[in-house]
């Protein structure tokens, strides 16, 4: 992982560090890249790219690990194989040396043992990817502009809590994100063709991803990014064509989807 990942300033000063997390419960520790711009915008954006917030990159404690100039730390690696689980401290631009962020895992598999038949072997290394930002959005609410918290903040207090949620769910989340894909391709190829399918398929997503959710358990609200390069949020002419998405996936986001847009309108403050 490179610095772009937090800015689409080439040029922009990035800090980052390794997070090695103690072990919870019954689980494997976790150890966490941590990448921020060293001085983030608060909720601006430059080419539809958000200029705050953290990207987290996690892997088990047991893997190598590096941080380093990209060019020299890729020659190592094809040379070796493996990284050899040091930082470089030197926070600087995004390509300015270019800094990455690996982790790596060596896997032997199919090994055989003398004077035995080739026994065949499996393993599986689990990285897994968040950006977080808090606050998400800020909202022109009846009460005033108000800085909107992540729906995640209510449930957990830091993001290192998340991040071990985030980590240790991946089996619930695969088999519901499994089912509701499985479903929706049945359903698609009963109103139409492979190509129908293929295109709620990745419509689907990319609804999905342009959705943050905020506010509290009791008051959920769902903030729905505008596809121009404005920053508007929650723009009538985006959420009516995303309309189906939602009455299919679950009516009761349109709720949290339409609620801060009638409260904004209602008070006043629109057009």
Same mark, same amino acid.
């Given at each position: 992982m490179n610095g772009l990942w937090v800015?689409?300033?080439?040029?922009?000063i990035i800090q980052w560090r390794l997070e090695d997390y103690p072990e919870r419960k019954t689980h494997n520790p976790i150890k966490t890249w941590q990448v921020e711009r060293a001085q983030q915008? !608060? /909720?601006?954006?430059d080419a539809d790219r958000g200029e705050w917030g953290t990207l987290h990159?996690?892997?088990?404690?047991?893997?190598?690990?590096e941080a380093g100039t990209s060019a020299l730390l890729r020659q190592e690696f094809a040379r070796t194989g493996t990284l050899r689980n040091q930082v470089d401290s030197n926070f600087r631009g995004i390509m300015d040396e270019e800094p990455v962020?690996?982790?790596s895992k060596s896997f032997k598999l199919n090994g055989t043992k003398a004077g035995e038949a080739s026994e065949k072997t499996h393993d599986s290394v689990r990285f897994t990817l968040a950006h977080v930002q808090d606050p998400v959005i800020q909202f022109a609410a009846?009460?005033?502009l108000t800085l909107m918290r992540p729906l995640w903040a209510t449930s957990f207090l830091t993001s290192e809590s !998340? /991040?071990?949620f985030h980590y240790w769910d991946f089996s619930t989340a695969f088999t519901l994100a499994s089912n509701?894909?499985?479903q929706l391709e049945i359903d698609a190829l009963k109103s139409g063709s492979e190509d129908y399918k293929d295109i709620l398929a990745l419509s689907a997503r990319q609804v999905l991803g342009a959705c943050s959710f905020a506010g509290t358990p009791e008051d959920p609200v769902i903030f729905f990014k505008e596809i121009s390069s404005d920053g508007n949020m929650n723009t009538?002419?985006?959420?009516?064509?995303?309309?189906?998405?939602?009455?299919?996936?679950?009516?009761?986001?349109?709720?949290?989807l339409l609620e801060p847009l009638l409260e904004h309108m209602g008070s006043g403050q629109y057009p």
């Amino acid at each position: 992982m490179n610095g772009l990942w937090v800015s689409a300033n080439r040029g922009n000063i990035i800090q980052w560090r390794l997070e090695d997390y103690p072990e919870r419960k019954t689980h494997n520790p976790i150890k966490t890249w941590q990448v921020e711009r060293a001085q983030q915008q !608060l /909720l601006t954006e430059d080419a539809d790219r958000g200029e705050w917030g953290t990207l987290h990159f996690s892997a088990p404690a047991d893997v190598h690990h590096e941080a380093g100039t990209s060019a020299l730390l890729r020659q190592e690696f094809a040379r070796t194989g493996t990284l050899r689980n040091q930082v470089d401290s030197n926070f600087r631009g995004i390509m300015d040396e270019e800094p990455v962020f690996a982790f790596s895992k060596s896997f032997k598999l199919n090994g055989t043992k003398a004077g035995e038949a080739s026994e065949k072997t499996h393993d599986s290394v689990r990285f897994t990817l968040a950006h977080v930002q808090d606050p998400v959005i800020q909202f022109a609410a009846a009460r005033g502009l108000t800085l909107m918290r992540p729906l995640w903040a209510t449930s957990f207090l830091t993001s290192e809590s !998340l /991040l071990h949620f985030h980590y240790w769910d991946f089996s619930t989340a695969f088999t519901l994100a499994s089912n509701y894909s499985q479903q929706l391709e049945i359903d698609a190829l009963k109103s139409g063709s492979e190509d129908y399918k293929d295109i709620l398929a990745l419509s689907a997503r990319q609804v999905l991803g342009a959705c943050s959710f905020a506010g509290t358990p009791e008051d959920p609200v769902i903030f729905f990014k505008e596809i121009s390069s404005d920053g508007n949020m929650n723009t009538v002419d985006v959420i009516y064509p995303a309309f189906p998405f939602f009455l299919y996936t679950n009516p009761r986001w349109l709720a949290y989807l339409l609620e801060p847009l009638l409260e904004h309108m209602g008070s006043g403050q629109y057009p």
